[in-house]
């Protein structure tokens, strides 16, 4: 089975980055100074000190603490929130829940609008129709998401007082934050839809079915959009960093009480524990991810799997 | 790449001035020259200190919205002069940005170069760490390390620094590797110069222009990760001030004084469009084989 063994490879590989981020992490943290300082402040006792030290283990020495570290994270235990006191994953359960609708309401949001402005471009080609989408799609992913969001917070919500600006209580509060988040996509998804789409529209398959009668709706979804969802399909796993980025700006902005916010305030108050936490949660993530996007390709290409399994 | 100013049809080959120079990139190249002459005579353009406080001239509306001329653009909740901050803060905004990105080339050419002329090891270990680098969003770096590390502004400019060393370390690294096989410089080692002599002196200038492609490619996208760290009051921090801090400082103004947001926000919005713009022009001027499709 080569396309397994070809998975397999990737799969140490994410394994091996994953060990690499988490041993830098247990590094820099160690560069940068003693945690303890951050949380006590410099008015404590040496016995408060002390105490801390013991709790956090921080007084063994430094390989104990590696290998502990290292365990710690392999059972899923990335120690307390030094601000919080309560398990870091406790924390992040909490708040992914949030993250996760809003991401996937703006992904797919920005797929849906992303792949038919495409489409529609390509198909009406350099007449104006396309010009006026590729202008969008040019402004929509050079708007940077936090002045976007802030424009539409404006109009929506302080002008107009139409739609609510902060929180994710309901549908309602999911609009301004998702379409802040999924207007980058589509704008990116327009642009490389088209261009995929005039690749795959001078095909003789597609002259062929032309001339076979099939109709135009059809010809363009069925024969024409399959072929043109690798770029795309490879679009969308490099834009998912750019998702995890756009969701901790977007959910500031619009005071979602999922991961991105937990992960500035962490930040803002110097929370380590809490910090690496997301850290490694977001790497495993995004190499998954990827392993995700890889397998699909070889599942709708079988030009793929036969290059595969020749290698 | 398909951009809406490259629609000319291949058979429109009588080349037209219009073509050469489409209103957008005018548009935008004006633009660039605007920023670049704020970033230099920020001291001469400002009318007052940027930091300079007047609580009795709080949140004033800028000229066109029925203010005084004696602030173009109004003033903000501690009752300072938005223009000069602006302007002030295009020239923080652009010399973190410059500074990032050209940390950040030359700790990528340097270890390209190393890969390459090591070899095994070496070369396994510092693109592993490209591969780690490449495989997270750097936001989440920089957030980590800004957590860790604090956040002055040397620190700063040295954390926006590790953005896109490892796009530079691999075109470099491939480069000199196909460089190193070709004639030119096994001629000059031949002769009995140092390794390092063929690197600087013919090597380096041989790549250059593709490092300078990179260069502009990564700058837009540096300034938008240090508006954003500004923004959410991680990056450049008051007294100092960049357009990702005005705008995150000016969003609890939002009812009263728009304007102190919304400024910033199109300065950030322009600067990286131009950019972009100019940028995707020059690549297609430069690169005969991209079709404008």
């Known amino acids: ?311 | 790449m398909a951009m809406p100013w490259s629609f000319r049809r291949a058979d429109d080959t009588p080349v037209r001035a219009e073509a050469r120079y489409p209103v957008l990139v005018v548009v935008a190249l004006v633009l660039l020259a605007l920023i670049v002459v704020v970033f230099l005579f920020a001291d001469w353009l400002a009318p007052y200190d940027y930091r300079a406080q007047a609580l009795l001239k709080r949140l004033r509306p800028p000229v066109f919205l029925g203010g005084t001329t004696d602030h173009l653009l109004g003033t903000d909740e501690l009752g300072r002069d938005v223009l000069s901050r602006l302007i002030y803060a295009i020239r923080f905004s652009v010399l973190v940005a410059l500074g990032g990105t050209l940390i950040g080339a030359l700790i990528g050419t340097a270890l390209g170069f190393i890969a390459a002329h090591f070899r095994g090891f070496v070369e396994e270990a510092i693109m592993m760490l490209a591969d780690v680098q490449a495989s997270l969003p750097f936001m989440m770096i920089a957030l980590a390390l800004i957590a860790m590390f604090g956040g002055g502004f040397m620190l700063f400019i040295a954390i926006m620094g590790f953005y896109g060393w490892e796009v530079f370390a691999r075109l470099t690294r491939g480069v000199v590797i196909a460089a190193n096989t070709q004639g030119y410089a096994a001629a000059v080692v031949a002769l009995g110069a140092p390794a390092r002599h063929v690197y600087l002196r013919h090597i380096l200038p041989n790549i250059l222009s593709v490092l300078i492609v990179q260069f502009t490619l990564n700058f837009p996208q540096v300034i938008l990760l240090e508006t954003s760290l500004s923004f959410l009051g991680l990056g450049i921090r008051p007294p100092l001030t960049s357009l990702g801090q005005m705008l995150g400082a000016g969003r609890a103004y939002l009812t009263t004084a728009w304007w102190i947001a919304i400024l910033p926000g199109m300065a950030i919005f322009l600067t990286t469009m131009s950019i972009s713009i100019i940028g995707d022009w020059v690549r297609d001027r430069l690169d005969p084989t991209l079709q404008s499709r």
């Not at chain 1, 949030?98 to 038919?116: D, K, M, P, Q, S």
């Not at chain 1, 799609?137 to 940077?144: I, K, M, N, Y």
């Not at chain 1, 509060?173 to 999924?182: D, E, M, Y």
Request: net charge positive; charged share 15%; hydrophobic share 55%.
């Open chain 1, 1 to 311: 089975m080569m396309p397994g063994r070809h998975f397999l490879v990737k799969l140490a590989r994410g394994l091996l980055t994953v060990w690499l981020i988490v041993t830098l992490t247990f590094v820099a943290l160690n560069l940068s100074g003693d945690p303890i300082d951050a949380l006590v402040g410099d008015q404590a006792s040496p016995e408060l000190i002390a105490h801390y030290r013991e709790k956090f283990g921080l007084d063994r020495p430094l390989w104990q603490q590696y290998v502990s570290y290292i365990a710690g994270i392999a059972q899923g235990d990335f120690g307390l929130s030094l601000s919080d006191q309560r398990p870091a994953v406790e924390l992040i359960a909490g708040a992914l829940p949030h993250t996760l609708r809003l991401g996937l309401t703006a992904f797919v949001l920005g797929l849906i609008l992303g792949v038919g402005f495409g489409i529609v471009a390509a198909l009406n080609r350099n007449r104006p129709v396309d010009r006026l989408v590729m202008s969008f799609a040019v402004l929509g992913f050079s708007l940077p998401n936090f002045f976007l969001g802030i424009l539409l917070i404006l109009l929506f919500s302080l002008h107009w007082r139409l739609l609510p600006s902060s929180g994710d209580a309901t549908a309602l509060h999911l609009i301004l934050p998702a379409v802040t988040l999924g207007t980058h996509f589509a704008g990116t998804f327009a642009r490389f839809t088209r261009s995929a789409m005039l690749e795959v529209l001078n095909k003789q398959y597609v002259v062929a079915a032309r001339a076979k009668g099939v109709p135009s709706l059809r010809r363009v979804l069925w024969h024409a959009l399959p072929n043109a969802a690798i770029p795309i399909i490879t679009i969308i796993g490099l834009k998912l960093g750019d998702l995890v980025a756009g969701s901790i700006i977007v959910e500031t902005v619009f005071a979602v009480p999922g991961v991105g916010r937990l992960l500035v305030n962490a930040v803002t108050s110097r929370d380590f524990a809490l910090v690496q936490a997301i850290l490694i949660m977001v790497s495993v993530t995004m190499i998954l991810a990827n392993l995700a996007v890889d397998a699909i390709y070889t599942l709708i290409d079988p030009r793929m799997r036969a290059a595969r399994s020749e290698n």
